[in-house]
Structure formats: C-alpha cells, structure tokens
Nanobody, 120 residues
Framework: QVQLVESGGGLVQAGGSLRLSCAAS????????GGWFRQAPGKEREFVAA??????DYADSVKGRFTISRDNAKNTMYLQMNSLTSEDTGVYHC???????????????WGQGTQVTVSS
C-alpha cells in the first residue's frame, strides 16, 4: 500500500509559478511510475504528466511549461508549473503505479489532491 499526499497548491496570478509536491509513504517510491492529473470544475479528470525511471511524458497543453521530477531518496515527486494560465486551474492529484502492473490497469494509488487557482 502506498499513501500519497500532495502539497504546494494555492492561488497565483496568471504568468506565475507553483511547485507541487507529492510525498509517498508505505513503500519505496522508486519502484513506481508516478503521474500528475488535474480536474477542473465541470470537466473530466485529465492527464498532466508522468515519470518513470528514465523518461517523462506530458500533455500537449503543458509541454514547455511544466516539469515533472522525482527524488527517490525523499520518496517525493514534484510538478514545477510555470507560465500558468486560468486554464490550469483545478484540483491536482498525484498517482502511482507499481512497475509490475500493466499500464492498462491504470494507476493504483491516488492522493487527495491540492487546489490550484490561477487568477487572470
């Protein structure tokens, strides 16, 4: 079992930056794929970014602005968000999937989420 806790959300003006953190406990996080998702009011949850041992992946809408990273020694994953716009407003969730679990199964563990609000 892995517990995930997000932090770092808040209110920021358009053009500003935030760094989200996802602290993992219960298992060694370096055995897991990590991902960030977000859900805006009235919209479906959408993929933002993912990270494995050696690669990253981003939604087209955040490429060049967001950076996902991980510090396995700290069991923590990060999402650096720059050049924020009102379209980035939503609840951001981190998620984890053990490397042995097929991608088709989806992420196994989810955090409660942290609110990001970008004012224009």
């Amino acid at each position: 079992q892995v517990q995930l806790v997000e932090s770092g959300g808040g209110l920021v003006q358009a053009g500003g930056s935030l760094r989200l953190s996802c602290a993992a406990s219960g298992r060694t996080f370096n055995n897991y794929f990590g991902g960030w998702f977000r859900q805006a009011p009235g919209k479906e949850r959408e993929f933002v970014a993912a990270i494995s041992w050696s690669s990253t992946d981003y939604a087209d809408s955040v490429k060049g602005r967001f950076t996902i990273s991980r510090d396995n020694a700290k069991n923590t994953m990060y999402l650096q968000m720059n050049s924020l716009t009102s379209e980035d407003t939503g609840v951001y969730h981190c998620a984890a999937r053990h490397y042995s679990v097929p991608e088709s199964y989806g992420y196994q563990y989810w955090g409660q989420g942290t609110q990001v609000t970008v004012s224009s």
